[in-house]
């Protein structure tokens, strides 16, 4: 059954579409994770323009944070005003990126600067991820291996403007959660990302915040500039489709639910090392794309349009 994309200006099969929100939920209900940096690049493979898919991508990651955020506020694991702080930073970071992707789009190199983000930042991401993953594996199997420690004092600890974040036990400088904040926010514009993979580790290794009230925290943060970034999409770029966010999401909240089964059934090394290597596979993905010889050498487009 095909469906038209009235903003992509493409016709899709809507169970294509269904098969990759639901993809996508079941790895979020696996892995824990938003899904925003697998969900933009998988919508590129099936011919969605890296515009929309990344203008719409961030509406999944508003939906899948929602609830999370929601549960997380209940059990009181959320610090409120850490994570206002790098909303903050998420806000600018989010207007100067899609500041940034306007410009790009009217000089027509937005596709190449969006696919080369993803192979750069997935490729990191996914080399670290695998890397760490291989350890704690070694480290479950070997009681005597050496631990990381998580909260030591660093050059963050002596910078000025120092504010007192109670629910996380922190007296730091402002500035490393407001730069946070706007790196996140650059990423959510660009990539179409909710920035998770990365506010997640620098929360806890850059901030030294313990991990209880790190996974709230984040979604607190990646829901309002998720929601924010979309509609400063929507609003200069015009490159949000309702209708492929609908099929996106209710594919996704299905794939969720199975997502989750199928997670408590692995171990958490066997899940990380399978999300680092679904990673770097989708890098490698996008890479290939960027290099090979495109069938069609010439296109011809709308003046105005992408």
Same mark, same amino acid.
């Given at each position: ?10 016709? %899709?099969?809507?169970?294509?579409l269904?098969?990759?929100? $639901? ?6 209900g &696996? ?33 899948? =944070?929602? =609830?999370?955020?929601?549960a +997380? ?5 959320v610090?409120? +005003? ?7 930073? $998420?806000? #600018? ?12 789009q ?13 192979? #750069? ?11 760490? !993953? ?5 480290r479950?199997?070997?009681?005597? @291996? ?10 963050? +600890?002596?910078?000025?403007?120092? &504010?007192?974040?109670?629910?996380? /036990? ?14 996140? /926010? #650059?990423? @959510?514009?660009?990539?179409g ?15 030294? &915040? ?20 979309? &509609?400063? +999409?929507?609003?200069?770029?015009? !490159?949000?489709? %309702?209708?492929? @966010?609908l099929?996106?999401?209710l594919?996704g %909240? ?8 199928l ?13 680092a290597?679904?990673?770097? @596979?989708?890098?490698?993905? #996008? ?11 010439? !296109? ?5 349009r992408?």
């Amino acid at each position: 059954m095909q469906i038209y994309l009235p903003i992509a200006e493409v016709s %899709v099969n809507a169970f294509t579409l269904l098969g990759v929100g $639901g993809g996508v939920g079941v790895l979020s209900g &696996m892995f824990g994770v938003g899904g925003g940096f697998l969900i933009t690049p998988l919508l590129f493979f099936i011919g969605v323009p890296p515009t929309v898919a990344v203008a719409t991508g961030v509406n999944q990651v508003v939906a899948s =944070s929602i =609830s999370g955020v929601l549960a +997380h506020l209940k059990r009181k694991t959320v610090d409120i +005003h850490m994570g206002l702080v790098l909303l903050i930073g $998420g806000l #600018i970071g989010s207007t100067v990126g899609v500041w940034f992707f306007s410009l790009m789009q009217r000089l027509g190199q937005i596709d190449l600067i969006v696919q080369l983000s993803y192979v #750069i930042f997935l490729g990191i991401i996914g080399a670290l991820m695998l890397q760490e !993953s291989l350890r704690a594996l070694r480290r479950s199997r070997d009681p005597r @291996a050496p631990r990381r420690k998580l909260h030591t004092h660093t050059w963050v +600890h002596n910078l000025p403007f120092k &504010m007192k974040f109670r629910a996380s /036990g922190l007296y730091i400088s402002v500035f490393p959660p407001l730069l946070v904040g706007v790196g996140v /926010g #650059i990423l @959510a514009a660009i990539m179409g990302v909710g920035g998770g993979f990365i506010l997640v580790p620098a929360m806890i290794y850059l901030l030294g &915040m313990p991990t209880k009230v790190v996974i709230g925290t984040s979604l607190f943060q990646v829901t309002f500039v998720a929601a924010f970034t979309t &509609m400063m +999409h929507a609003l200069f770029n015009q !490159s949000v489709d %309702v209708m492929l @966010a609908l099929f996106l999401i209710l594919g996704g %909240v299905i794939g969720a639910q199975i997502g989750t089964l199928l997670g408590v059934k692995l171990k958490a090394e066997q899940l990380r090392i399978l999300l680092a290597l679904l990673v770097l @596979a989708v890098c490698a993905k #996008i890479a290939f794309d960027l290099l090979w010889t495109p069938s069609e050498l010439y !296109s011809i487009t709308v003046p105005g349009r992408f």
